[in-house]
């Protein structure tokens, strides 16, 4: 009888550690996630500036670029829309609020340029911006789902 009993807490310590190791790495994990959020935010912010910056002002006074006008609106969401998944992990609605914000901000910059007398409106820059933004969202999210697994992200709202 006491061998079956030592067996069983010999189990049962094992099963402890093992979950230690696992609370471990989930919280080693989450700690990236919380610093490469901290990096995000400011990187994110810096982007969305740039191109409202980029978006409104006169096209004579913006440098060359040499490559086509929708991959660079492809670019540039993408870009948007994969920092605002790692600078808000655990915002409500996940990637389907990161991915609306970013295609928002497109289409309202795209609806401002309407209003300036140098730029132009055009749909086909706000497929590109969309096409962008579930680009950056979609990879973004791989990103983070490997940094940190499931049972140690952060609620929304955390």
Request: proline residues 4%; aromatic residues 8%.
């Amino acid at each position: 009888m006491a061998c079956g009993a030592d067996a069983g807490a010999g189990a049962g310590a094992a099963t402890a550690r093992a979950a230690r190791s696992v609370n471990a790495a989930a919280g080693s994990r989450r700690a990236t996630l919380h610093w490469t959020a901290r990096l995000a935010r400011p990187a994110l912010w810096a982007m969305v500036g740039v191109v409202a910056w980029l978006s409104m002002s006169s096209v004579e006074s913006l440098p060359p670029i040499r490559i086509w006008d929708k991959a660079a609106h492809l670019i540039a969401y993408a870009a948007i829309g994969g920092a605002a998944v790692l600078a808000y992990p655990a915002v409500r609605g996940g990637v389907v609020t990161c991915f609306a914000a970013t295609f928002g901000y497109g289409a309202s910059i795209e609806l401002a340029q309407a209003f300036t007398a140098e730029r132009t409106a055009s749909l086909l820059d706000v497929l590109a911006n969309g096409i962008g933004a579930i680009v950056g969202v979609a990879a973004a999210w791989l990103v983070a789902r490997w940094l940190v697994p499931q049972a140690a992200r952060p609620e929304p709202g955390d």
